[in-house]
């Protein structure tokens, strides 16, 4: 089965979890810069003694496409590798993909991958 493994993570651990899923043999990823909150909606700071909101954190998403079963290894791994024990680590998660097409050489399923 296919599977596409996605993950929203801190940006400064985007390199610990690149490392480890290379290091896992995945042979590709697709990263994003992307904005959003979970629970702790957002953050509060203080610039020269005023008060301001940030409501949308910065995120990374990466996404990988993983076949013969590696979805509970790269899970594992991203889970390892983006934890650090604080508020805001982010979310890892799985769905099957019922079609997949390698554009340049026209393969299909799983050779695909």
């Known amino acids: 089965m296919i599977e596409l493994v996605t993950a929203v993570i801190k940006p400064h651990q985007l390199d610990a979890v690149k490392e480890a899923l290379l290091g896992a043999g995945v042979e590709g990823m697709t990263v994003t810069e992307v904005r959003g909150f979970g629970r702790q909606r957002g953050k509060t700071e203080n ?4 008060e301001y909101r940030i409501d949308l954190l910065p995120k990374v998403k ?3 496409i993983v076949g013969d079963g590696a979805a509970d290894q790269v899970v594992a791994l991203i889970a390892e590798h983006a934890r650090t024990g604080k508020i805001g680590d982010g979310k890892v998660w799985r769905v099957p993909l019922t079609g997949l097409l ?4 026209g393969e299909t399923g799983p050779a695909a991958v």
Do not use: M
């Open 62 to 64: 990466i996404e990988v």
């Open 47 to 50: 610039f020269r003694g005023s």
């Open 102 to 105: 390698r554009v340049r050489t």
